[in-house]
């Protein structure tokens, strides 16, 4: 039985919408075609336990951006040890009822957005995708039904920051999409679930933003203003407070912490944060490795785990 999906929205939609009901019907026949494709070659031979990350992605304009963002995510990418993939679970891959992985060997580059420059949309990140750890994800994730597909790939939550942190496109990518029906508690189970995957080499990476509120956004350069909003700030503030004691139970009942109406009117993008959160063992420390704002309500906050 298929999972009950909405299906893709135009692209149109995306540009400052809230709607990301994204899922397509996912198709687990498509995963035993990627499977052929077998093991891309530089993946094999890494065996020590990766980190875990989550960056705070922004503005899709950051694929182009010269900034301090986008250079500490070049340096970041440097000081990372070589992942045999990478796992995204990105703001802007949503579904209902199931989540899914992809499977594709060689997973499309998505322009989810609209209204911006020619050159945003002329950006390719042709990295390969891993079908052989994607279809391990499916039976590594317990929490809900997880179905293999072709019928996503990487979008701009995953390849505009993967194009600052591994620019030669050369390390295998793939998905997993957020069941958007489910409580906070779920993306960090699913999170748990994951850490498996750490010992195969594979660098989990959620890719959202914790503070993410367009409908107050101060538009204006990639960079945005300086000061944040107040509200913004606080809840920021009490992620980052939360973070450093490891109070996981705080960050799983989000709502409860200062400011939280606003930053997270809409979730898509705290849950992200939360998968990787649940990645993390209880005793790895939170490092940061960027902090600040872009356009007064987008917080850009990065963490290291491990």
């Not at 709607?19 to 070659?41: E, F, I, N, P, Y």
């Not at 994800?137 to 993967?162: I, N, S, Y």
């Not at 489910?182 to 498996?196: C, E, M, N, Q, T």
């Not at 649940?278 to 987008?298: D, I, K, P, V, W």
Request: with cysteine; glycine share 10%; hydrophobic share 40%.
């Amino acid at each position: 039985m298929q999972p009950d999906l909405l299906p893709p929205l135009p692209a149109t939609d995306f540009a400052w919408s809230r709607r990301r009901w994204l899922g397509s019907a996912l198709g687990a026949t498509a995963a035993l075609a990627a499977m052929a494709g077998g093991v891309h070659a530089a993946t094999q031979g890494a065996t020590r336990r990766m980190p875990v990350i989550f960056i705070g992605h922004g503005s899709p304009m950051n694929a182009l951006a010269d900034n301090a963002f986008t250079r500490r995510l070049a340096a970041w990418g440097r000081e990372l040890p070589r992942p045999s993939a990478i796992l995204s679970v990105s703001a802007h891959w949503l579904s209902r009822g199931a989540t899914g992985v992809g499977v594709q060997a060689q997973p499309k580059t998505i322009h989810d957005f609209g209204g911006f420059p020619q050159a945003l949309f002329d950006m390719q990140y042709p990295a390969p995708g891993h079908p052989v750890l994607a279809q391990e994800t499916v039976g590594v994730v317990r929490q809900a039904p997880v179905v293999a597909t072709e019928q996503w790939g990487l979008d701009h939550g995953t390849w505009t920051v993967l194009r600052h942190l591994y620019p030669k496109a050369d390390v295998p990518v793939f998905q997993l999409s957020i069941d958007y029906d489910k409580p906070p508690a779920f993306h960090y189970a699913v999170g748990r679930d994951l850490a498996a995957l750490r010992d195969r080499g594979v660098l989990v990476m959620g890719s959202g933003n914790v503070v993410h509120n367009l409908r107050a956004t101060d538009r204006g350069t990639p960079d945005g203003p300086v000061a944040s909003r107040p509200w913004a700030q606080s809840f920021d503030d009490a992620v980052k407070a939360a973070l450093a004691g490891r109070d996981d139970r705080a960050l799983i009942d989000h709502g409860r912490l200062p400011g939280a109406d606003m930053a997270t009117a809409m979730p898509d993008h705290y849950y992200p944060f939360l998968c990787a959160l649940g990645a993390a063992g209880a005793s790895e420390r939170a490092r940061t490795t960027y902090e600040g704002f872009q356009s007064g309500t987008l917080s850009m906050r990065c963490v290291q785990f491990g």
